[in-house]
């Protein structure tokens, strides 16, 4: 095997060949934060940094790979040097004659997405007797209200390579966008499945979606209740203006057709939940006012209530 492009992924993450698995995650943790692309936009330098030391966690991080690796470290010191380097005799090596570089041993020992600080987790199935293996990987993304709404395109860094998604308007949450030929990898086939990116809707302080509907609670004071009033109130797109008519009630409700969510065949509704919402404090002229209305109010509310609460 050709020994160029070796990689001593002990001295990536620093650590020695005996280090444990904690001396080994807290190494990794305190690299990956510091050269993540995502604080070092456009350098090419951090992003390729951050790409060997996931591999190197990775591989050192799991039981079996670390091994395997461990072995295959020796062999390459036999090898370069010509004689047994820290090399257990008992290991055989034969094996590693099948590689014809490291990259080809590499790509056999991890041979699936990096789960290294990533939103993804493998669908490989466990039974290596499976007629079927399914190779697709999945991400969960969370999007903002308005992203939903408008749409948006979203870089991602997935198993250290860089992707733009397309993000369609009006997508609702568990919809799931596929991404050809960028899932998990078969080990020594070269088979490649997709990338499925399962979408959820961060919640918003105020619009609440339901499918393409989006709904809202609104505030009224008691006098736009009782009289109606002609309201400027802020929607998804924008504001605009609503009747509220007289003789309303709390928790009635309003809608504005085709104001919610839209996709490339539906357009949803925006629904606002009107909410009596009473002042902190009154105002002398408020209370006079509302004294009048008591000795001129025919209304008695607890009527029925009382009936009911008596018999």
């Known amino acids: 095997m050709a020994l160029d492009g070796f990689k001593d992924y002990f001295k990536v993450l620093g650590v020695s060949r005996n280090a444990t698995d904690e ?24 992003e390729s940094e951050f790409k060997e030391i996931n591999e190197a966690y990775e591989i050192l991080s799991d039981e079996n790979k670390k091994k395997s690796y461990d072995q295959f470290l020796n062999y390459w010191f036999k090898n370069r040097d010509g004689k047994f380097k820290d090399y257990d005799r008992v290991n055989n090596d034969e094996h590693f004659d099948q590689y014809l570089n490291f990259d080809d041993f590499l790509s056999d020992l991890i041979g699936r997405f990096s789960e290294v600080g990533q939103e ?17 990987a999945e991400f969960n993304l969370q999007i903002s209200f308005f992203e939903a709404l408008n749409g948006a395109k979203k870089n991602l860094l997935v198993n250290n390579e860089r992707i733009e998604v397309k993000i369609p308007k009006g997508i609702a949450t568990g919809s799931i966008i596929r991404i050809k030929n960028m899932g998990n990898i078969q080990s020594g086939k070269g088979k490649r499945g997709d990338l499925l990116i399962e979408i959820s809707i961060k919640s918003h302080p105020i619009w609440k979606v339901k499918g393409l509907d989006v709904y809202a609670d ?27 008519p007289s003789g309303s009630l709390s928790e009635q409700t309003i809608r504005l057709e085709g104001q919610g969510l839209h996709n490339l065949d539906t357009q949803g509704d925006l629904f606002f939940n009107l909410k009596l919402k009473l002042p902190e404090s009154w105002s002398d002229d408020e209370l006079r006012l509302l004294e009048k209305l008591r000795s001129v109010r025919i209304d008695e509310p607890r009527s029925s209530w009382l009936e009911q609460a008596r018999s």
Do not use: C, M, Q
Not at 24 to 45: G, M, Q, V, W, Y
Not at 120 to 136: E, P, Q, R, V
């Open 23 to 46: 001396e080994i995650k807290s190494a990794f943790r305190k690299l990956a934060k510091k050269s993540h692309p995502d604080l070092h936009p456009n350098d090419e330098t951090a």
């Open 120 to 136: 993804i987790y493998s669908n490989i199935s466990s039974d290596k007797n499976a007629k079927s293996l399914n190779l697709d």
């Open 218 to 244: 609104l505030p009224i004071s008691l006098d736009e209740l009782a009289l109606g009033s002609n309201i400027s109130v802020a929607s998804p797109r924008g504001d605009t203006f609503i009747s509220i």
